[in-house]
Every structure is written in C-alpha cells, then in structure tokens.
C-alpha cells in the first residue's frame, strides 16, 4: 500500500493522527510528518505498521464518538453482524447501557450523556503506571483498614446512577461499598485517577472532567505521562487545583495526604524499563 493510498483512507474514514499513532504504535511526530508529505520516504518498518492499521478492519473510529455518521458518500467499516452494526442504527446521544453492554464485549467503549466514545487500547507504560499506582493504594489500604477498595479498567461506573453514562475510569476508589452492585459501581467513586493518551486527552481533561465535578467524585487526577505531570482536582474543597511533577510524591485528599503516590519511584522505574524516550 502506497503513502497516497493511505491519505485516501484516512480522508474516508476520518481518522486522526492521534488515532493512527495509537493504533499502529508509530510515534504521533513520525505519522504527523508522513501524512503532511514533511517525510517522503517513511522506514520499511513504519510502512509495515501503518499498512496494518489501514487494512484492519475498526469499528467507525472518527474523531469522538464512534458512532458519529460520516460525511455524505463516505462509510463506516463494521463487521457483519456485529453488535457495532446493529446498534449504530440508534442516534448519538439516544444510546443506553442496553446498547453499551452488548457493543463493550467486542469493543473498548464508554457511554456519556448517550454518546458511545471508542477507547483505545493501553500502551505497556500506561498499563505499568496503573500497577504502580495501584500497589501503592492496596498496600495503605490494607495497613489502615476500612473500607474503601481500589479498581482498575475495565470496571464499569455508572457514574450518575442512570442508564445514560457508563464511565470507565483508569483507577477508582470507592469507599461506600453499598456502591457496588452486580459487579458495577453505581454513583461517584470518591476518587477516580484517568492517564491521558494522545485519544482520550481531551474528552478526559473537558467532558469528563466536568462528568465527575457534577456527579459528586471527591477527587479527580489527570496523571500527563507525556509531560510527566499530575493535576490533581480537590472537587471537595472549592475545586482547589494542584499540579505535581514525576519528582514529587502526591498525596491522595480523599485520605487529608496520609497516603502518598510515589512518583519520583514510579518515573525511575519507567527509565529503566523504557529509557528516557516516548
């Protein structure tokens, strides 16, 4: 497949940079520079990855929603039969958790305000972060006592105890048990952590933010590997903002800091296991 054949494709499916870097693993900088014509003459390597992504079939992956319709003419690539195909019938924003269940079994997705977003999958350091994040967590919780527990993806949350939005945060803390009801958290964790990825950056920092801050989370982080920050949201407190760098040890409010994330340990290990690169 050709470079020109590959920017035919992206126009008709609509998809981003950020959507081709997430799925192909070539860096967002390389893909933004073939795609423009900076870069003529792409690595054999970067040719084989990007020629994956394009001829794999994805389930509508446009910018946002998944399911929003393309322009006139231009079609939406789903698997015949699939739950995808059944489903997108249903207009954006008139979805329910009866849609959302049956399309989450075959796709990384959430459900906002009946709107289906497509999630992509997590990288290795995204997913190495939330283990570390999540030691630290287990480790106070069991040496304190109580009855807050922490959750990882795929947990679903339905966040405003309805059927119209169905979240699923990177890291959850619920300390209300009465919250977790067939396997599901029904109502605001009180703290829920997001990693930002190149796809999800702004539906995490705008519409989910402003999701959590209505629903009543206590406390919302926004953990930057890329710039490798922590925004820390104190909703409980006047909506405090706080931000943190990978030097320091963050301290969770939700427990008035008793219980620290430590990050300068967290970034150490990601040097030594990735090296300082992206």
Known sequence: ??????????????YTNEQICEGSGVPLGTVQKIFSGETRSPRYHTLQALEKFFTEEHYAT??????????????????????????????????TAEDYYPLREHERIELIDGVIY??????????????????????FIRARGGDCIPF???????????????VEPDISIVCDRSQLVNNRIWGAPDLIMEI???????????????????????????????????????????FLIS????QDRVPVGIWEG?????????????TAIYGDGE
């Not at 990288?123 to 480790?139: N, S």
Request: glycine share 4%.
């Open 152 to 166: 990882s993806a795929p947990v679903s949350v339905h966040i405003d105890c309805d059927d119209d939005t169905v």
């Open 258 to 270: 008793a219980c620290e994330i430590d990050f300068p340990q967290i970034a150490a290990q990601m």
């Open 118 to 139: 497509n999630l992509a999958a997590p990288t290795t350091k995204h997913q190495f972060v939330i283990y570390e994040i999540m030691t630290d967590l287990k480790l």
């Open 62 to 95: 446009y910018p946002g929603p998944v399911y929003d319709y393309p322009p006139e003419g231009e079609r939406v690539l789903v698997k015949e039969g699939s739950a995808a195909e059944h489903y997108r019938a249903v207009p954006q924003g008139k979805h």
């Open 1 to 14: 497949m050709t470079i020109e054949e590959m920017k035919k494709l992206k126009r008709e499916r609509g």
């Open 243 to 246: 931000i943190y760098t990978f």
């Open 196 to 238: 930002l990825s190149p796809s999800t950056r702004r539906k995490d920092m705008t519409i989910k933010h402003r999701k959590y801050a209505d629903a009543g989370v206590r406390e919302y982080w926004i953990i930057d590997l890329q710039n490798q920050k922590v925004i820390v949201y104190d909703f409980e407190h006047d």
